[in-house]
């Protein structure tokens, strides 16, 4: 990711995702890391509608034709998304009744 603000002038800085830290507040994900070269620090907080609207983003027509006009990059982000899947699906809904159950009780968890 390549991140730019009018502050920077022309320069831009690089992002890398991939290396942030990830950590669970109380109403958000926090990722933190460090912009190299420069090394600033940097903290982006997504709540559940961040990460709804960027879920729906990646869903447009306009990003599918982009990642499939990417040589390499639509087969192995494709198999990605459905290796990881089924494992997102199944935590999810376990970390949604084990909220329930530490909220209610035992009887939380009958639906």
């Known amino acids: 990711m390549i991140v730019w603000s009018k502050g920077l002038?022309?320069?831009?800085?690089?992002?890398?995702?991939?290396a942030a830290e990830l950590s669970v507040e109380s109403d958000y994900l926090k990722m933190t890391g460090v912009i190299e070269p420069?090394?600033?620090?940097?903290?982006i907080r997504l709540g559940v509608t961040d990460i709804a609207a960027f879920l729906k983003f990646m869903s447009r027509p306009m990003t599918a034709r982009y990642l499939a006009q990417r040589e390499g990059l639509l087969g192995?982000?494709?198999?990605?998304?459905?290796?990881?899947?089924p494992r997102l699906i199944v935590v999810t809904i376990a970390a949604h009744f084990s909220r329930d159950r530490h909220k209610g009780g035992e009887d939380a968890l009958l639906v």
């Open 9 to 18: 002038g022309k320069q831009r800085l690089p992002l890398d995702l991939g």
């Open 38 to 43: 420069v090394c600033w620090n940097y903290a």
């Open 76 to 85: 192995p982000l494709v198999l990605g998304l459905l290796r990881q899947a």
